[in-house]
């Protein structure tokens, strides 16, 4: 209360209860790839003005409309078109797109607008050391000052199966607490695509973070009346985010079905109970693949990312993983208030939140359980002193069942009831 003098009444706002933790997007998808942007500039608007707006920009996409004024119909040799038909077959989701085709740069020898001149480096980007401007991939660390909010997948298909483009997607994924869809390079046999994961193997990563997909998938193109393949990894993403939407971001997106394509790229045998059955190898070894058997369609099949096998704990499951991350910064940007506050009031106030945050989460089933609390013997006096406080939180995420196992108890004794007993 202010000690200044009052000859009056007055009123005095008190918030009492818990504030609750503002809980962070978990389905927005960062793109990055070409489009044809010199068949979208719009009737009037100059094209050098059109590919200022849409090269290297980050542009917010919530509708299928909204993606085809900026970044047109899909055409051969193009990856956003096709992109974004995948994720919306399967509802769409909030898509923050890059395209880093310019006509007025990537031609042929004609003169002519080239996609196939797009290289790893237009991919991947750069920061402009004068001018401070990003493109490409780079271009995600701007999201949260942009729109508030980061993105949760990252998907580059077609240029992903590059060793360079895959490895700094990894790189943004573990800064920015994402999952990179990665896709195996089109034309492997399972076998091939499991010693990819091997020495020397342009899979061979242990990141949380990366989840591979593998095979291709097939769709049918209405332009030329046949089938095409696609990238799994655009399928996924779709999954990923209707999961999210309808179930939560705790659930795994494996057991899903794949929306909108009509077939794979290779068959892959599918039993839930064989160990040897291809679908189960390919997870075993760390790569999401489609299931497809009798009556099934085809669905999303592996719970886990490239950590696995090499990582063994929880969060080697792409459900924890993400739910974990969902939940860190959820709480960190909540905490936010309480920056610069008298450490007396914090105290009590973060506990109460984070814990009130965590109770919400156990009700939906997000969790298994957790709390947070402030311990005494990491927080010596000489650290309040200088402003700092630390609290430790636990939580369990639920792990998928990924393995449920029956014994069969056959009981003579239970003949017994044919005599009576």
């Known amino acids: ?60 996409i919530l509708r299928q409309e909204d993606a085809a004024y900026y970044f047109g119909e899909p055409k051969p040799g193009y990856t956003l078109p096709y992109a974004f038909d995948a994720i919306f077959d399967h509802g769409g989701t909030t898509i923050v797109a890059v395209n880093v085709f310019d006509p007025r740069v990537h031609t042929d020898a004609n003169g002519n607008p080239d996609p196939s001149t797009v290289t790893a480096s237009d991919i991947i980007g750069t920061i402009d050391s004068t001018t401070g401007k990003r493109t490409g991939l780079q271009i995600i660390d701007e999201l949260y000052s942009r729109f508030g909010f980061t993105a949760k997948i990252i998907l580059i298909p077609t240029y992903c199966e590059q060793s360079a483009v895959m490895s700094e997607m990894i790189v943004k994924a573990e800064k920015h607490r994402a999952i990179a869809l990665i896709d195996a390079p089109a034309g492997l046999t399972v076998q091939q695509a499991i010693n990819e994961r091997g020495t020397g193997g342009q899979l061979n990563t242990s990141s949380y973070r990366a989840v591979i997909c593998y095979p291709h998938l097939k769709v049918y193109d209405i332009a030329t009346n046949s089938e095409r393949l696609e990238p799994f990894s655009q399928r996924l993403a779709g999954v990923m985010a209707k999961v999210d939407h309808e179930k939560g971001y705790w659930w795994s997106p494996s057991n899903n079905e794949i929306l909108g394509i009509t077939g794979i790229e290779r068959p892959i045998t599918a039993s839930i109970t064989d160990p040897q059955s291809e679908t189960n190898i390919l997870n075993e070894n760390g790569i999401v693949t489609v299931f497809n058997s009798f009556g099934t369609g085809y669905r999303v099949w592996g719970n886990r990312s490239a950590a696995w096998p090499t990582q063994t704990d929880p969060k080697n499951f792409i459900s924890v993983r ?50 947070c609390w402030f311990p005494k013997d990491k927080n010596p006096p000489d650290q309040l002193a200088a402003g700092r406080l630390l609290f430790d939180y636990s939580i369990m995420p639920p792990t998928p069942a990924e393995r449920i196992t029956f014994e069969q108890i056959v009981d003579i004794n239970l003949l017994k009831k044919l005599t009576g007993g």
């Open 322 to 371: 993400r739910t974990a991350d969902i939940i860190a910064e959820s709480i960190e940007f909540s905490t936010m208030q309480f920056l610069d506050r008298p450490i007396t009031v914090v105290i009590d106030g973060v506990l109460s939140m984070v814990n009130a945050f965590i109770r919400t989460l156990i009700g939906r089933g997000a969790l298994v359980d957790g709390k």
């Open 1 to 60: 209360m202010a000690v200044n003098y009052l000859h009056g009444v007055e009123t005095i706002e008190i918030t009492k209860g818990p504030i609750p933790v503002r809980e962070v997007k978990s389905a927005v998808v960062f793109l990055v790839g070409t489009a044809p942007v010199h068949e979208t500039v719009p009737a009037g608007v100059a094209a050098n003005d059109w590919y200022d707006q849409v090269v290297n920009q980050p542009i917010l």
